[in-house]
């Protein structure tokens, strides 16, 4: 006998979005009226007594020695030599291209899989983004199929370290060598993400990073590059202070940018940078309770993976189906989640299938079957395993596997 539906089962089936019965109940949540967030920052530490300090001394504008103090922080974290800090990460992107020099009529290898920052960052330079699969493990690069795309006018390579796992960067530094080129390392995603122990970011000749609101530590908006060279960082930071001389006050040689970030930005920074590894744990934590909960749903979906050397810096926990469950699609299973008060998100579209990046004959199989395969669950420090214990519930319930 069927038994009544509840609130829930009734919207979902007016959505016409479940055919499968009332055959188990839902898995409640504790406070009903709560919805779980893909993301959230959390600002617990110093980040209001910084902020504060900016007002009450009125360095509110992109002077001031937050921004000074988190320059060397920052690089200091990052293991490398300099560091400067720039009003978002697509901005230090550009400033990173311009900085090695790509210009008009050059190439730039850019992941396929990737946000489309990465790639409009190259438009900006007048340059041709060329785009590159990725591997199915990790959804990164494929440096085998680099190799095949450089041409006398390729002049760089962009790396994204996706949601947190490293590039191959061994492959890709030897490659970038043997052809003479830049390696720009896009790690908008991977603050302390490691590579053989290492940071990422400071492994190629210049990194970038991103504190958007959503990223593992934010300052609202706002980047930063590091790099050791000295040079690339005498370059960036002329270029986004307007192109003005260092050593003459108002005196613009190059036509620059203004991508400074401001004081009230570089406060909140420095507060998040304190505790970022707090930031760090407890993502993992995170991700530790979704493999521990989602063992059971190996034969459905892809769970994220981290390949032996390297440290997965968990931006997302990010996971694929594997084959359609009774007709349920990424999509659809997005569906049913925010009706469960669960927020997730698809995985980017790959570069190629959006408008200004279309390119129809291209073979970009592995990165299509992620871009259209995968999603990344709720993964923030605000998380409990409560939450996780709801969610992988009712993903297994949307997959067929009775939640217990
Ligand atoms: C977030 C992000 C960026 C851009 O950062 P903004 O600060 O939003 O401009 C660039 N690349 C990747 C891979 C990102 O995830």
Known sequence: MLKPLNQEQSRVRAAGLDSRGSRSAPPRRLDKRKKIPVAAPCLAGN???????CLNSTWISSSGRYVERFEIEF??????????SCCNGTAALHLALLACGIKAGDEVIVPDMTYIASANAVGYCGARPVLIDCVK???????????RSITSLTRAIIVVHLYGHSCDMGAILALAAA???????????AIGTQYERRQVGALGDIGIFSFFGNKTITSGEGGAI??????????????????MSPSRRYWFPTVGYNYRMTNIQAAIAVA??????????????????YYEHLEELSGRIVLPIERPNTRHGFWMFSIRL?????????DKLIKLLALDGIETRPVFHPLHSMPPYRSPGSKLLVS????????????????NQEDVRYITACLKRHLGIAAN
């Open 47 to 53: 980040e209001k007594k910084y902020v504060l300090d």
């Open 75 to 84: 690089a200091k974290y990052c293991g490398a030599r300099y560091a400067t």
């Open 137 to 147: 493990d990790t959804w990164n690069i494929d440096p085998s199929a680099i190799e």
């Open 179 to 189: 052809n003479n080129l830049f390696v720009i390392e896009d790690a908008a995603e």
């Open 226 to 243: 590091v790099t050791n060279n000295k040079q690339l960082w005498k370059k960036a930071r002329i270029l986004k202070n307007q192109g």
């Open 272 to 289: 998040q940078l304190e505790r970022v590894d707090w930031h760090l744990a407890k993502r993992r934590r995170v991700a530790n309770w």
């Open 322 to 330: 594997k084959s359609s469950y009774r007709g349920i699609t990424r």
């Open 368 to 383: 299509s079957l992620v871009g259209r395969t995968g999603l990344s669950l709720p993964t923030h420090g605000k998380m």
